[in-house]
Structure formats: C-alpha cells, structure tokens
C-alpha cells in the first residue's frame, strides 16, 4: 500500500484498488469453495514436525511388499497388474 501513495501512481490509484479488491473476491471465493483454511506460523511448523516424523517410518505395502503372516514378502512386479 505505500506504493500507492507514489505520485506517478497517483493516475490509477483507483484502477488498481479496485483490482486488489476483486482480486482479494476471487482468492476468498477459491478459498470457500475448496474449503480452505488459512493456518498461522505456529500451525506450519507442527505440520512440518508431522512431516519428518512421517518420512523417518517405514513404508511398507507401497508396492505389496508387507510381509504376510509367516513374514514372507511377496515382490510383486508390472506384470502381476496386467492379469
């Protein structure tokens, strides 16, 4: 906002109001239709905590490789998805 207040914007001070404004319609309209939030500082770095604990376990059955109940894992391959 204090760029507005330069003299050689002083011309289209108004065009370019009114754009901020149906600029900010547009993102608040996105944001309820997908039902989104806004989240502070503190929400992200909890959520970024959640994130490293997730990556350090383990991944298993990402491509059928969990060991059954006799602890032997099956390595499925593309061909076992065409049949």
């Keep these: 906002m204090k760029q507005m207040k330069q003299p050689e ?6 065009v370019l109001s009114g ?3 149906a600029i900010e ?4 309209e ?3 239709v997908f ?3 806004e989240i502070s500082e503190a929400d992200m770095d909890d959520a970024e905590e959640g994130v490293n ?3 350090s376990e383990p ?3 990402v491509l059928g490789d969990a060991p059954d109940e006799n602890g ?3 390595h499925r391959n593309e061909d076992d998805n065409l049949k």
């Design 9 to 14: 914007l002083q011309g289209i001070q108004q």
């Design 59 to 61: 991944f298993d059955n």
């Design 19 to 21: 754009e901020l404004k």
């Design 53 to 55: 604990e997730a990556e």
């Design 72 to 74: 032997k894992t099956s």
């Design 35 to 37: 039902d989104l939030h």
């Design 30 to 32: 996105f944001m309820d």
């Design 25 to 28: 319609m547009v993102r608040s």
